[in-house]
């Protein structure tokens, strides 16, 4: 039985970073320390991180005492007020490419545009990309969602940075049936677009693809959706211990991937476990 590695698997570039910059603050102040809301999607992880003394806090009352982590998300413009009255020292980890829509967001509101944001209206990024429209804003993650008819044009769709390139040129195409004047920025993270573009690829090459990542964390489940489309052997797992579960037989290549919040030393523990659980 072989085991193929996705070539886009463990960390992206911008939860690297996040936890760069949280484990470089960490070594430079002894007191408490927080991250407002999970650092990432990854249960093991903010476990790891907690045991350096990283303690996630869901509101900004409760970080009064300690440099407290912006994560790769961001957060809103109102929790980002709220800081500054409460003189919460807050340590910048979001990722540069969300900063990147954020600025477009803006940018777009200023100049009388009606925003579509392709993303999950509930998903942190998207509620606090919303929060610093200058203008009005539709969040949808379908095409059918969008409304009959622009309260407001020129229109421009931007989009969550981990959303898929399918929907969102579905969206844009839905848009551009309601109006002329559509413009379209595809703010799709390229580590997204490459692992969901590798994981079909290894789906289309293997018997069974096991994708590693917390339960919680959206890009994971859709990358495992992605391949599932695929290869209906598919099983999104978040601990090396639900390899026991799995039925290997009539496999002969298995293919791994994984979420951009699954840290490496997971992955590296999961491939390890899975060549045990082989044979
Ligand atoms: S998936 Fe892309 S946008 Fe999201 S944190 Fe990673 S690098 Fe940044």
């Known amino acids: 039985m072989r085991i193929v590695r996705s070539s886009h698997i463990g ?11 949280a484990m470089e603050h960490r070594s430079r102040h002894t007191g408490p320390m927080y991250s407002l809301g999970p650092l990432l999607h990854n249960p093991q992880e903010v476990r790891r991180l907690e045991k350096a003394g990283i303690i996630v806090r869901d509101e900004l009352e409760k970080c009064a005492d300690g440099p407290t982590l912006v994560r790769t998300h961001g957060i809103t413009r109102q929790q980002l007020e709220k800081a500054r009255t409460l003189g919460i020292e807050l340590v910048d980890a979001v990722c540069p490419r969300v900063e990147v829509v954020r600025r477009h967001m803006e940018e777009y509101g ?15 990024e998207v509620i606090a990309l919303r929060s610093y429209a200058k203008g009005p804003v539709v969040v949808v993650s379908r095409p059918d969602q969008l409304p009959e008819r ?33 413009e379209q ?92 659980a082989i044979g």
């Open 150 to 182: 622009f309260e407001k044009t020129p229109v421009v769709v931007l989009s969550q940075t981990t959303k898929d390139v399918a929907t969102f040129d579905a969206i844009v195409m839905a848009c551009r049936q309601r109006c002329d004047e559509v």
């Open 185 to 276: 920025v595809r703010t799709i993270c390229s580590d997204a677009v490459r692992r969901q573009a590798d994981g079909a690829r290894l789906a289309r090459n293997s018997d069974m693809v096991i994708v590693i990542g917390g339960r919680n964390s959206a890009n994971t489940t859709r990358l495992a959706e992605i391949c599932r489309r695929i290869q209906p052997r598919t099983h999104h797992i978040e601990d090396p211990a639900e390899l026991k579960a799995l039925d290997f037989r009539g496999v002969e290549t298995i293919g791994l991937a994984s979420g951009a919040s699954t840290p490496d030393w997971l992955v590296d523990d999961v491939e390890r476990q899975l060549r045990l």
């Open 11 to 21: 960390l992206c570039f911008g939860v690297k970073r996040a936890i760069r910059v």
């Open 110 to 124: 200023r100049r009388g545009y009606l925003v579509v944001l392709a993303g999950d209206a509930g998903h942190p």
